[in-house]
Nanobody
Framework: EVRLVESGGGLVQAGGSLRLSCAASGFTLDDYAINWFRQAPGKEREGVAWLSSSDGNTYYADSVKGRFTISSDNAKNTVYLQMNSLNVEDTAVYYC??????????????????WGQGTQVTVSS
């Protein structure tokens, strides 16, 4: 059974940091890329960070560039999202999603095969 389980969300003050984790089971990061998305209340789900598992290439949404870092630990089959300098606009439910690594930089959420349940990140001013 394929599963993605996010953890690490919570309440943090503006300027603070959080690290999200996405633990995968049922497949390996050798074949799949796991990327991060978020959805704020009343808004569409948007891509945040992308990571190619084959060559380590990354890409970030402009809104998080320079503040967020996506990384992976293949031995643990886990992908991380380090979030620094958080602001209230970062408040959202954060999701990880998996796609064949051949299409690692896919932005369309409809193309993703597997999704986690989401973890809430709330940034207070």
């Amino acid at each position: 059974e394929v599963r993605l389980v996010e953890s690490g969300g919570g309440l943090v003050q503006a300027g603070g940091s959080l690290r999200l984790s996405c633990a995968a089971s049922g497949f390996t990061l050798d074949d799949y890329a796991i990327n991060w998305f978020r959805q704020a209340p009343g808004k569409e789900r948007e891509g945040v960070a992308w990571l190619s598992s084959s060559d380590g290439n990354t890409y970030y949404a402009d809104s998080v560039k320079g503040r967020f870092t996506i990384s992976s630990d293949n031995a643990k089959n886990t992908v991380y999202l380090q979030m620094n300098s958080l602001n209230v606009e970062d408040t959202a439910v954060y999701y990880c999603a998996a796609i064949s690594d051949s299409y690692w930089y896919t932005r369309s959420i409809d193309e993703y095969e597997y999704w986690g349940q989401g973890t809430q990140v709330t940034v207070s001013s």
